[in-house]
């Protein structure tokens, strides 16, 4: 069965520096896609990235980078010079189906405080 | 351009009743996703309706059903509401649900309450 695992239930990093956000997934789909979201306290879940099983290069959006091993399984999310307001949780997701039908998956997500 | 609205924002019900949530999706987007958020976890996929037809479905009684209208906007509908049905209920639009294409964009919510 799909799966997704974030292991790191918090994580601090000092305002300025760079953090990486692990996730882990588990499909038998040779075709899926990998979303990252930032949820702040608010509550709404904001797209941040995606990246397709197919893509040969890693995805990159502003300060956000997505580090994708497919051999690995793994999708880990970069967050390069980090600001107060990327405090928030932080989601991993899995997209995968065809056309008869989809499912997207979250992980647990990682909490991610940013120290000034 | 407007993103995803949802309605209402907030919603206190009572064991046993029924409750309707509304989502309008981005224009141009004609599929709609559904999740649940309870305290403290991540999103639970529901529903996924494209062109009126339910493309995916989570792992949920059947007391939860959904439908698309042609303007594709979506209805989630919880019947026999219980006291762990309590959560956050998120919508996503998306142009096409496919992967490549299927980024989604989410509403703010509807928090649900039920005593």
């Known amino acids: 069965a799909q799966k997704i695992t974030q292991t790191q239930p918090g994580m601090f990093v000092q305002e300025k520096e760079a953090v990486t956000l692990d996730c882990t997934y588990d499909?038998?789909?040779?075709?899926?896609?990998l979303f990252w979201y930032k949820q702040p306290s608010s509550g709404e879940m904001i797209f941040l990235i995606y990246?397709?099983?197919?893509?040969?290069q890693n995805a990159t959006e502003g300060r956000y980078s997505l580090n994708f091993q497919k051999a690995r399984k793994s999708a880990n999310l970069v967050i390069s010079a980090s600001q107060l307001g990327d405090s928030a949780m932080y989601f991993c997701?899995?997209?995968?189906?065809?056309?008869?039908?989809?499912?997207?998956?979250f992980g647990a997500g990682t909490r991610l405080f940013v120290k000034a | 351009d407007a993103g995803v609205t949802q309605s209402p924002t907030h919603l206190i019900k009572t064991r046993g009743q029924h409750v309707t949530l509304r989502c309008s999706p981005i224009?141009?987007?004609?599929?709609v996703s559904w999740y649940q958020q309870v305290l403290g976890q991540g999103p639970q996929f529901i529903f996924q309706?494209?062109?009126?037809?339910?493309?995916g479905r989570g792992n949920f009684p059947d007391r939860f059903s959904a439908r698309q209208f042609p303007n594709y906007s979506s209805e989630l509908n919880v019947n026999a509401l219980l006291l762990g049905d309590s959560a956050l209920y998120l919508c996503?639009?998306?142009?096409?649900?496919?992967?490549?294409?299927?980024?989604?964009?989410f509403g703010p919510g509807t928090r649900l309450l039920v005593l």
């Open positions: 309706y494209y062109e009126k037809e339910e493309r």
């Open positions: 997701a899995m997209r995968e189906g065809n056309t008869g039908g989809f499912k997207t998956i």
């Open positions: 990246q397709g099983s197919y893509d040969e």
């Open positions: 224009s141009g987007h004609k599929s």
């Open positions: 499909t038998s789909d040779q075709s899926y896609g």
């Open positions: 996503a639009s998306s142009p096409h649900p496919g992967q490549g294409l299927g980024t989604q964009y």
